[in-house]
């Protein structure tokens, strides 16, 4: 006797597995007596993925798939407006690839040629996402019309709902990445970052504190293969730094979107070396993540600067207080001065802080014209207010808490070494993609 329920999922699966390597060493090797009646795709399904069949109709009983087919709770919908702009993306796309294979894309000019390429690029993945939807949906109504077929046998409208049951499991998921596609993209995200923290209220300790974010930071960056190089680091009498920056880029680009919702300021709790009643004090650090900026993206005018140069202070090595390698840049319509003295020469030194300054000014910008467009951006989770207290690590206990989304990760160590840092920017990242499908219409 057939078992048609494990029959249908074991040609869903063989579709699944076509081109895997299971599919390849196993075909061929299914028994006998499960072979289906005309299905030739049956007829090639690996014994593995019977096996599969069997596990997955014992794990989800048909009454609880049934019933988890519906609208979840939280699990986004496909509204007739949300509809109607996906439908215009389509249309989009469809003129950009007509206009880009026209005979008039001969007269564009290569950046207009290569903004229309990039456009249709960023919508092509949307049209797919929204293709297979409508067919998903329409293999759904087909389904839903022969099951309720009573001009056919049994058999076959039992297959027919079998079908429909686990084709409506791929909905939600489809519609939550349609409704992702259509959420507003931060255009920075891709770019590398400049870093800066500095210590904040609590003196030496809070020195101390900031030195350890840094290092997490650069260690992070390190396990994500990006390249880390400091700019600036401003060391303390005790140890730590009172000012630590450096730029992050590499790596496939994306380092802005990761490390954005780190802006804020940062607590410790903990007991001081220096404490001799065991008393714990609370210090914090702050943390600024800004996009690195293009000299496209801002017009910075020689003469709306002034360099200063002067010699290095400090330890290390002989060029220091014997030679004018230290640079200060000062902008003078928005009085922003960044110093820098890390390299041996004064040109690397005053390209650094250019750089620094330039995405200082970057950053700037891109608050200014947010707070213009929409006062309810500063609600949203990784707003950036250097005055939020985002994070507090608490040592005495061990833990590190967020206070944006309340995650908590114990093991100090692993978390300032940056192994645990994804749990914190991963959560932080999904609350802010809910926050902004809640506002889709």
């Known amino acids: 006797m057939i078992n048609v329920r494990k029959w249908h999922i074991c040609r869903s699966l063989t579709r699944t597995f076509t081109n895997s390597k299971l599919a390849e060493v196993a075909a061929a090797s299914t028994p006998a007596s499960l072979v289906g009646p005309s299905n030739p795709l049956f007829r090639t399904a690996p014994s593995a993925l019977t ?53 008039d894309a001969a007269n564009l000019s290569h950046q207009d040629m290569a903004k229309l390429n990039k456009e249709e690029s960023d919508l092509e993945s949307v049209v797919r996402a929204v293709e297979q939807w409508r067919e998903l949906k329409n293999e759904l109504a087909s389904l839903e019309a022969l099951a309720e077929d009573s001009n056919e046998d049994e058999a076959m409208r039992e297959l027919a709902r079998e079908e429909r049951a686990l084709a409506a499991i791929k909905v939600p998921a489809l519609e ?62 005790v140890g730590g730094c009172k000012l630590a920056s450096a730029t992050v880029s590499g790596g496939g680009g994306g380092i802005y979107g990761r490390l954005k919702f780190e802006s804020g300021v940062h607590r410790v709790q903990r007991v001081p070396a220096t404490e001799s009643g065991g008393r714990v004090h609370t210090s914090a650090a702050s943390v600024a993540v800004l996009p690195q900026a293009e000299d496209v993206d801002i017009e910075i005018k020689d003469d709306d600067l002034r360099i200063d140069v002067y010699r290095a202070g400090g330890a290390g090595g002989q060029h220091v ?33 250019l750089s620094v300054l330039r995405a200082r000014l ?71 993609q809910a926050d902004l499908l809640s506002t889709l219409d």
């Open 51 to 103: 096996s599969l069949a069997s596990w997955y109709t014992n794990t989800y009983p048909l009454k609880h798939q049934r019933s988890s087919y519906s609208s979840l709770a939280g699990t986004p919908s496909v509204t007739p407006a949300i509809e109607a702009r996906l439908q215009h993306i389509c249309d989009r796309h469809a003129q950009l690839v007509t206009q880009l294979g026209g005979q």
């Open 176 to 237: 939550r990445a349609l409704l992702l596609s259509l959420l507003p993209r931060d255009s920075a995200d891709e770019r590398g970052v400049v870093l800066e923290v500095r210590a904040g209220t609590g003196g030496d300790e809070a020195c101390l504190f900031a030195g350890e974010l840094f290092r997490m930071y650069e260690r992070y960056a390190s396990l994500q293969n990006w390249k880390f190089e400091v700019a600036e680091y401003s060391s303390s009498d």
């Open 321 to 353: 207080n014997t030679t004018n390698s230290a640079v200060r840049v000062t902008h003078l319509p928005t009085g922003l001065s960044v110093a820098i003295q890390d390299e041996r020469s004064q040109h690397k030194n005053k390209a650094k802080a």
């Open 362 to 432: 970057f950053d700037a910008e891109r608050r200014r014209v947010a707070s213009a467009e929409s006062n309810a951006r500063k609600q949203l989770i990784g707003s950036g207010d250097r005055s939020e207290r985002v994070r507090t690590y608490n040592f005495p206990q061990g833990r590190v808490t967020d206070h944006r989304v309340g995650v908590t990760e114990h093991g100090m160590d692993a978390v300032l070494n940056g192994e645990k840092l994804d749990s914190f920017i991963d959560a932080l990242r999904l609350q802010r």
